[in-house]
């Protein structure tokens, strides 16, 4: 184990003797053979785990052998083993005890948003026109095809010029790679769902275009944009068109989130706020800086703790996160050169002249 990786266990090990149980949340997303591809969503996954693999027919132990040393949060790694049968795709990891039963278990999981949900809106030949519902798709992504007569997997290939497609964005000439179909498909994490109704619920619609309960999912949220058009473009220094707000309920809070496009232009701007009903504001502001991409800089004497997330590869942007209660508050920009110093130091001075939420 690399010395890096080992001061991660110590560590987190010897918090955890004061934090209480340690806590891990990782899911099968797809099988190849003998071994799985697992994502860790809460905690971490390391060499020589013994975990409980619960499915919808109950639990059992299973160890865990990988083929690196450590599996952190937000890590989704290929070839790793778990003794006895082979799982399908969706089973999750917890530690032992963590969970009384399934329903406890996919309670849980769904207290994470899934990264990606997506419709097609019609079929123009060998394209499609994809509307992004929930979370982003990037250029590549292998996502699973949902349509009423099962479930495959596609790897998406935006038209050229295009790496990222956001939240509300409605793209034409998309290609999916590997599967075949029609107006009204869904698209979504691999292995988060097992059919075409739970992927449409997580987005908040239906497979049979009803109007779906607004407690089934996402909602539309005029709340969700706490900040107007006149804020942003003053602050910003260039001109949105209305925000568009949903909400989400899950164990222990709301997620909110607004976005605004620029009217002319590629930029946007995008705001989340994680209203926690549960547990200590110190500890979820902490666990909340771990599920975090990338590289975080501390901005000094910020009231707040403010930070500015960077190094999160086509992700990257101007992104601001900090903490006020137990209210997690994230807002990031959108189509800034982020090789281009002088645009992004302009553009954060721009975020901290917004109003704290």
């Not at 908040?204 to 006149?230: I, V």
């Amino acid at each position: 184990m690399s010395l890096r990786c080992w001061l991660f266990v110590v560590f987190t090990l010897a918090g955890a003797a004061f934090a209480g149980p340690r806590r891990t949340l990782a899911r099968v997303v797809s099988v190849e053979g003998a071994s799985v591809t697992i994502e860790a969503l809460e905690g971490y996954v390391t060499v020589g785990d013994e975990l409980e693999l619960w499915t919808e027919s109950g639990k059992r132990l299973t160890k865990v052998t990988l083929p690196v040393d450590l599996v952190n949060t937000n890590d989704r790694v290929a070839g790793v083993k778990l003794s006895g049968a082979t799982p399908p795709p969706g089973a999750l990891l917890a530690q032992k005890a963590q969970f009384t039963s399934w329903a406890e278990a996919s309670a849980a999981l769904a207290a994470f948003p899934p990264k990606a949900v997506a419709k097609v809106l019609s079929v123009e030949g060998p394209t499609v026109t994809l509307e992004i519902l929930v979370g982003s798709v990037v250029n590549g992504d292998e996502l699973d095809v949902f349509t009423p007569a099962g479930k495959t997997v596609a790897k998406v290939k935006a038209p050229a010029g295009i790496d990222l497609m956001l939240k509300g964005d409605k793209v034409k000439g998309v290609t999916l790679t590997g599967a075949t179909v029609a107006a009204g498909a869904m698209l979504a994490d691999k292995g988060r769902f097992p059919t075409l109704a739970a992927a449409s619920a997580a987005s908040g619609s239906s497979p049979a275009a009803a109007p779906t309960p607004q407690t089934a999912g996402f909602k539309d949220s005029p709340a969700a944009c706490a900040f107007t058009q006149a804020e942003l473009n003053q602050a910003l220094g260039f001109k949105v068109a209305a925000g568009k707000g949903t909400e989400l309920p899950f164990n222990g809070g709301t997620s909110l989130s607004c976005q605004w496009a620029e009217e002319k232009g590629f930029k946007s701007v995008v705001l989340n706020r994680t209203v926690m009903t549960a547990g200590d504001p110190t500890t979820n502001r902490e666990q909340q800086k771990k599920h975090l991409a990338g590289r975080l800089e501390a901005i000094p004497g910020d009231p707040d703790g403010a930070v500015w997330q960077v190094d999160q590869g086509d992700l990257t942007g101007v992104t601001l996160h900090y903490f006020r209660g137990n209210t997690a508050v994230e807002v990031r920009v959108s189509g800034v050169n982020m090789k281009d110093p002088a645009a992004v130091s302009a553009m954060r001075r721009g975020v901290l002249k917004l109003k704290r939420l």
